[in-house]
């Protein structure tokens, strides 16, 4: 059974940082492309940016040069670095999982930014 399991958000000023990491199990983590959506109140869920099996980048313009993706494939986690952070990063975050087929997604954890 797979399983991600968001944490790390929470309530930060404008300019601010958080980490967010997503820890996995069930999956062969190492083989998996991991990703990061969001999704504010009122708004669809949203790409923000993902990491491939090789550690391949890729981000939202909206978030190119303030967040950065990585993964430790020793522990099954992906983090999400957010620095300079804005009242529009906020949103639930959720992390996200491919491996061939199978797609899973996370329960999700809260980011709130205030001005």
């Known amino acids: 059974q797979v399983q991600l399991v968001e944490s790390g958000g929470g309530l930060v000023q404008a300019g601010g940082s958080l980490r967010l990491s997503c820890a996995a199990s069930g999956i062969i983590f190492r083989r998996s492309a991991m990703a990061w959506y969001r999704q504010a109140p009122g708004k669809q869920r949203e790409y923000v940016t993902a990491?491939?099996?090789?550690?391949?980048?890729n981000y939202a313009d909206s978030v190119k040069g303030r967040f950065t993706i990585s993964r430790d494939n020793a522990k099954n986690t992906v983090y999400l670095q957010m620095n300079s952070l804005k009242p529009e990063d906020t949103a639930v975050y959720y992390c996200?999982?491919?491996?061939?087929?199978?797609?899973?997604w996370g329960q999700g954890t809260q980011v709130t930014v205030s001005s």
């Open positions: 996200n999982s491919e491996y061939g087929s199978m797609v899973s």
């Open positions: 990491i491939t099996s090789a550690g391949i980048t």
